[in-house]
């Protein structure tokens, strides 16, 4: 029986929050074409990670182990993804579109002759295809593609799929994959905010745009996302001031995001920002110009002064959670 196959990440010895959703989507997927699911690992001293996708319906687990994996290598690691696609032959191949699925994916697909659907937001079949849904021009429509290549690959962008448990038992295989010497590799990764939430995985974003004046305000900002548990987010206009540091841009020179939650303070609403967050499932706007574009996509609008309305927010949501 043919599969869906996972292309599981793991940074800094952890698997990446990200996989639990792609377990998701692949479960959901491999239900309806009655597939079974599958997932690679690529690494060293793999043997901790076994237990978690099984938690998710994957039933099977391909290890592969092997020194020159220890650091996350684009051409290593394409090279040893595309021999166990050879070797599987998967229906479909699914990985989360985080900086190093959009790296890694386009490479494999190339290696074994398939096309890729990135930054997939949903998914559905119809009479046995596959249609992934993707947002296309900066986000102004979505697209329904179906690949007729095989496999059919795709990235699913995070927070889309919400995560489901439906526990399995999983048998664990290594596989015997030949690792080409790596061309490069990459020693580290650096990640802005000090360790804070990053903005592709959080449920709840608060993000500020040029109408935060400068720097110096930018503690309502973090002031309202520490009472919400939320990320900080920041326009384009914001970074490219130095206000902020790059890594909280969010937009189509940015991140894609797409959180539970997405409150937009002062932020005018320029489709390079929209491009980035408009499948937030709900999205709140707080703007003194009632006519601001980011009005037209939002759930729910404040017309008032951020300077004024932030801190009376933060400080309602402080007292019912006191309550």
């Given at each position: ?147 007729t290549s095989r496999p059919q690959m795709a990235t699913i962008r995070p927070k889309a799929i919400r995560p489901e448990e439906k526990p399995v038992e ?30 592709t995985e959080a449920d709840i974003i608060v993000a500020g745009g040029r109408g935060m004046k400068g720097p110096e305000n930018w503690h309502l900002i ?75 996509v939002a759930d729910y609008g404040i017309v008032g002064d951020v300077f004024e309305v932030l801190p009376r927010l933060t400080e309602e949501i402080k ?5």
């Amino acid at each position: 029986m043919s599969m869906v196959l996972v292309v599981s990440e793991i940074r800094n010895g952890e698997l990446k929050k990200i996989n639990h959703e792609v377990y998701t989507a692949a479960r959901q997927l491999a239900d309806q074409l009655n597939l079974s699911v599958a997932t690679v690992l690529l690494g060293t001293n793999l043997e901790s990670f076994t237990d978690v996708p099984s938690r998710f319906g994957v039933e099977t687990l391909y290890l592969v182990e092997d020194p020159k994996l220890e650091k996350y290598s684009p051409d290593a690691y394409a090279a040893g993804i595309a021999e166990v696609i050879q070797q599987t032959s998967p229906a479909v191949v699914l990985m989360g579109a985080s900086a190093t699925g959009k790296d890694l994916m386009p490479r494999v697909a190339q290696k074994v002759g398939a096309t890729l659907a990135q930054d997939v937001i949903q998914f559905r079949v119809e009479n046995g295809d596959v249609l992934f849904t993707r947002p296309m021009f900066a986000g102004k429509v979505w697209a329904d593609v179906k690949l007729t290549s095989r496999p059919q690959m795709a990235t699913i962008r995070p927070k889309a799929i919400r995560p489901e448990e439906k526990p399995v038992e999983a048998s664990v295989e290594k596989l015997s994959v030949s690792i080409p010497d790596p061309l490069a590799v990459v020693e580290e990764i650096s990640t802005s905010g000090g360790g804070k939430l990053d903005v592709t995985e959080a449920d709840i974003i608060v993000a500020g745009g040029r109408g935060m004046k400068g720097p110096e305000n930018w503690h309502l900002i973090e002031e309202l996302a520490d009472v919400l548990g939320a990320a900080i987010g920041a326009s384009r206009a914001v970074v490219d001031a130095g206000w902020r540091p790059h890594g909280e841009q969010v937009g189509q020179t940015g991140k894609t995001v797409s959180p539970t939650l997405y409150i937009a303070c002062g932020i005018s609403g320029a489709i390079q920002h929209l491009a980035g967050m408009l499948s937030s499932k709900y999205i709140v706007a707080i703007n003194k110009d009632p006519d601001a574009p980011i009005f037209k996509v939002a759930d729910y609008g404040i017309v008032g002064d951020v300077f004024e309305v932030l801190p009376r927010l933060t400080e309602e949501i402080k007292k019912l959670k006191s309550e």
